[in-house]
């Protein structure tokens, strides 16, 4: 799939953290998130056990995105971790009596590329214990998703992936990918799709469904339908055609009694 021409600096300057992983799974997914929404940069700041980038589990969850994981970095410190970074974001579900201004994914995802200049990370903390206060400490902002306040429970990769949707959702700033499913035409010219409504009325009122001395609302309100479907022209076409064949079969000109 192609993208469009458009500036896609924060994919290359977002940075995402995972924080004392238990799960080898759990970071296979998050490769996996972060490959779908087009970012890259991973980093492990004192994962539970060695070798969790080649772990099985890992490289299942991942689901192709092995070139996330083969890619990532491991460290054991947090300064390790932010090196070249100079805007953070925590990612927590718990509030703090003191933290850091407290954003959702999506108005940190138009920070992020409102300013070319920041190099940024988003942390995610222990699947069971969450970031440490010092982390969150460390951190510009403390992101808290929005989510169902009776069970706001989100698995460390379903959080991923919400932050990094929003954030690829700002980067592309409303355009969407170039696709090739369903088809898509040459828009109606206003010209053809006013043929068209000359030509149904006449055929509406060959039919005896219209009134030509009593209209009433009828045409305006075909008219106010036929405008939310953002009509192409070949669909004026079809249109008419049916209009054609309606006045034929009332003139008694039905071409399929020949």
Same mark, same amino acid.
């Given at each position: 799939?192609?993208?469009?021409e ?6 290359h300057r ?7 992983t238990s799960?080898?799974?759990n ?6 998130a972060?490959?779908?929404m ?19 589990? +890992?490289?299942a969850f991942?689901s192709?995105? %092995?070139?996330?994981?083969?890619? /990532?970095?491991? $460290?054991?410190?947090?300064a390790? !971790? ?6 953070a ?5 718990r ?7 407290v954003?959702t994914?999506?108005?940190l ?16 903390g222990n699947?069971?214990f969450?970031l440490?206060n ?10 808290n ?8 429970s989100?698995n460390?990769?379903q959080a991923?992936q919400?932050? +990094?949707?929003?954030c690829r959702?700002a980067a %592309?700033d409303?355009q969407?990918? /170039?696709?090739? $499913?369903?088809?898509?035409?040459e !828009?109606?010219?206003?010209a ?11 055929a509406l ?10 209209p ?9 339908l036929f405008?939310?479907a953002?009509l192409e022209?070949e ?10 064949q ?5 003139q008694g ?6």
């Amino acid at each position: 799939m192609n993208l469009p021409e458009i500036n896609t600096t924060l994919f290359h300057r977002l940075r995402f953290i995972l924080v004392q992983t238990s799960r080898a799974g759990n970071i296979g997914a998050v490769a996996r998130a972060m490959k779908t929404m087009g970012y890259t940069e991973l980093v492990l700041v004192s994962p539970r056990f060695e070798g969790m980038l080649e772990d099985p589990e +890992a490289v299942a969850f991942a689901s192709g995105a %092995l070139d996330i994981l083969q890619g /990532a970095r491991v $460290v054991q410190t947090m300064a390790e !971790a932010l090196d070249g970074i100079n805007f953070a974001a925590a990612v927590s579900a718990r509030l703090r009596e003191y933290s850091p201004p407290v954003l959702t994914p999506r108005e940190l995802a138009g920070q992020l590329v409102a300013n070319g200049e920041l190099r940024a990370a988003v942390i995610f903390g222990n699947e069971r214990f969450g970031l440490p206060n010092d982390v969150v400490a460390q951190c510009n902002v403390l992101i808290n998703i929005p989510a169902n306040p009776d069970y706001s429970s989100l698995n460390l990769s379903q959080a991923a992936q919400v932050l +990094a949707y929003e954030c690829r959702m700002a980067a %592309l700033d409303g355009q969407r990918a /170039a696709t090739e $499913v369903g088809f898509q035409g040459e !828009a109606a010219s206003l010209a053809q799709i006013e043929g068209m409504y000359t030509h149904l009325e006449q055929a509406l009122v060959a039919i005896g469904f219209l009134d030509a001395s009593n209209p009433r609302k009828l045409m305006p309100r075909l008219k106010r339908l036929f405008a939310r479907a953002g009509l192409e022209t070949e669909e004026v076409n079809i249109l008419r055609g049916i209009a054609r064949q309606m006045a034929a079969v009332a003139q008694g000109k039905d071409p399929r009694r020949r």
